[in-house]
Structure formats: C-alpha cells, structure tokens
C-alpha cells in the first residue's frame, strides 16, 4: 500500500479542521529515521514503548515523542531535538504527528481513545502501555510484539527472561515481608491503592500481602483518613509523590506523611515507608528498562 496519500490525506484534514500544520521544530526528526527491518519513523505516545525501543538500541527509529510537561529521567535519551516534541501524553498535537509521517505510532493508555485518530495517520498503530492489571505478563507481550516488528526478538527475550527471574526473587522475599499498602500523595491529599487497582503488580505479581481491603474506584485510587491508614496498620508503605512526579507544586510526601497518626504504623516506627520513583511508577508504568528497575525497588524494600 503506497502510505503517502495517506500522510498527505490526514494533515489536510487537519488543516481544513483548523488545525494549520505547525513546524515540528526538528529537521533531523522530520528527515530522520534509520535503515533496518522494521518501521524507520516511529511516533510514540507511550513512554513505556519508548524505554523499551531504547533498550533494545532502536531509539534512532524514533522521530517524534510526548516531551511537553514533565520528560522522565529514564527517557533521557530522547532528550535532544533530534526527536520531535508530539505534545503532552494525555493530548498530542496531531498536526506534529501527520507532518512527521509515521510508519509506526506506539499509543499509551492515556490516548487510548484517539486510537481510530492516529489510525488516520499511519497504517500500523498498536497500543505500548502495558494492562495494569497484569503489568509483567502484559510487558512481556507488548516487549514481544515491538521487538517482532523490528528483527529483534533474541536481545529481548534476554532482558525479559531477566525480569522473571527478578520477579521471582522478589516473591520469595515479599511471602515473609508482612502486610503493605501503596499511598499516592497529590495536591495535600493521599489516596490508597492495593491489589486490583492500577498498582496491582507490588500485590499479586510480586507478592506483597495487602494491609486490608482498599475498595478504589477507577485509576484514582481510594481516599482513605489518617486514622483509617492507622487502622490498616501496614507493615510496609510504598509512597508514590504525584505532584514531584508532574512537577507541581504541592506538599512533599514525606512532609504530607509526617503526622501522629500515620507515625503510629508499623511501617513508619520500623523505617519501612519506601519512597517510590514517581516517574517511573506514574508516568512511564512498564518497558524493559523501567518495569526492571521498578522491580528492583519493591525488591530492594523488601530485602
């Protein structure tokens, strides 16, 4: 199928809507995209895809990503204006999309919706966040049906079969490490997750016990009181600082959790309280690279 009537179809729409094409604001990215098997102009809007076409040296396929707000640590690569900024991870600009001409658009969670949109775009789109509810197998399938696209299926197989041997380990020491409770801290409220909620994995993958039921309502998370938290009485706090995470001003966590009654846990009077990259667990949530590193903090908690 020739793509280019396609390309040339979806920027005049957007043009006609309104939507004037702007400069993507990098030649090399508009011109870009390296020789090999597999697409050479990747548009991503999942951060979790972009970390795993990192990993497995793939970056240069990449021309355009969500850099608009806060840009994760672990995506640094990406960093430079070789890589065309495509918007925010909740609202991408499509008129940068449709210039940069992409064979390939990796959409995340958050643009889910927009999915028959990009569609407009590109031939090939294919969502690059992993389910929460079941975050390493779901990695594994998203990591597996990247690295086909592209010819390397061994250097990701490697890397995965790594990360289950990491999982592993984990739930052996989290099977004695007592009861946890995972805390979201953002604009001077706290809110709890436990198992089946969006941080599912720490519970039922890595095998922390949850400290009591945490009835959460969609991706939010459950507002729970200072004296309900003391109640619960977990052994182990996972702490996530949302607003550190976005780069909004706010109460810190550790100065939010700072109270008697939160002081009375279990996890705070044996140093237990593990402060969680917010970057990783809220922005990103999946990838080769970050969902290994995520691991490792719940398993360095918990040894």
């Known amino acids: 199928m020739n793509r280019f009537p396609k390309i040339v179809a979806a920027a005049a729409a957007l043009a006609l809507t309104g939507g004037a094409l702007t400069a993507c604001g990098s030649s090399d990215a ?44 672990a995506l640094d690569t990406y960093a430079s204006d070789e890589y065309a900024d495509v918007g925010s991870l909740k609202e991408p600009k ?44 779901s990695n594994r399938a998203k990591v597996e049906e990247i690295a086909a696209l592209f010819g390397v299926q061994d250097e990701a197989a490697e890397q995965l079969d790594e990360i289950d041997e990491k999982v592993a380990e984990t739930r052996a020491k989290a099977e004695n490490a007592g009861t946890a409770l995972v805390l979201m801290t953002s604009g001077g409220k706290v809110t709890a997750y436990g198992p089946g909620t969006r941080f599912d994995i720490i519970f039922n993958e890595l095998g922390m016990e949850s400290a009591g039921d945490v009835a959460a309502e969609g991706r939010h998370g459950a507002p729970l009181s200072w004296e309900q938290i003391a109640e619960l009485d977990p052994e182990h706090v996972f702490v996530i600082d949302r607003d550190a995470a976005i780069g909004a001003e706010g109460e810190a966590a550790s100065a939010l959790l700072d109270n008697p009654l939160f002081n009375r846990t279990a996890a705070a009077a044996n140093d237990n309280v593990h402060m969680l990259d917010g970057q990783n667990w809220y922005l990103v949530g999946g990838g080769l690279g970050v969902l290994d590193a995520m691991i490792a903090e719940i398993d360095s908690a918990v040894s």
């Not at 090999?36 to 972009?50: C, D, K, M, N, Q």
């Not at 040296?57 to 021309?63: Q, T, Y």
């Not at 889910?112 to 929460?132: C, L, N, R, Y």
């Open 30 to 73: 508009q011109s870009g995209g390296a020789e090999g098997e597999g697409p050479t102009r990747v548009v991503l809007t999942s951060h979790a895809a972009a970390d795993t076409l990192d990993e497995l040296d793939l970056e240069d396929r990449v021309v355009g990503l969500p850099k608009t707000g806060v840009f994760p640590d």
């Open 94 to 137: 499509m008129d940068v999309i449709a210039e940069l001409g992409p064979d390939l658009i990796l959409f995340g969670a958050r643009t889910e919706a927009m999915e028959p949109e990009f569609a407009k775009i590109s031939d090939q789109v294919i969502a690059g966040d992993p389910d929460t509810s079941d975050t390493v197998a």
